[in-house]
């Protein structure tokens, strides 16, 4: 399978446009996070979303560049690592985020809110450090490919 520029584009821009959304929550007080379950829903929305757009750019890199087998989603990071696309310490967090995308889909009657309201105040970076390194990675490869 070739490596489809445009398909990981347009999960770019959806992690940027949810991001986005997800910095805007930061402004709320706990309080009125933790109280409002509209919110909240909004939130976990928007932050399973973007780990699924973190997951999908991952798992398209795998296999458009041929990089191997993942057997779960929690594999990815560390296949990416090893390729050089993202650093060792970026794959560590993204391996929890997936956890925390896991327990979203699959354990939503658990999730823990406050838990939910700390990772938007403090961990949004993650996502930002991950669409760095995939731009990076595919203007070096674009220039690579220009000179072959």
Avoid: W
């Amino acid at each position: 399978m070739a490596l489809d520029r445009e398909t990981i584009a347009r999960r770019l821009r959806k992690l940027e446009e949810n991001l986005s959304l997800l910095q805007e929550l930061r402004g709320i007080e706990a309080a009125e996070f933790l109280g409002d379950p509209k919110t909240r829903l909004y939130a976990a929305h928007l932050l399973q979303t973007a780990s699924q757009c973190v997951i999908d750019i991952g798992s398209h890199l795998v296999s458009g560049l041929n990089l191997g087998r993942v057997d779960r989603y929690s594999d990815i990071p560390k296949v990416l690592a090893e390729r050089g696309i993202i650093s060792p310490e970026l794959s560590r967090k993204l391996k929890k985020m997936v956890g925390l995308r896991n327990i979203l889909v699959h354990e939503y009657l658990e999730v823990d809110y406050g838990s939910l309201y700390q990772f938007i105040q403090t961990e949004l970076c993650d996502f930002e450090e991950f669409a760095a390194a995939v731009t990076k990675f595919l203007e070096g490869e674009g220039r690579k490919n220009d000179t072959a």
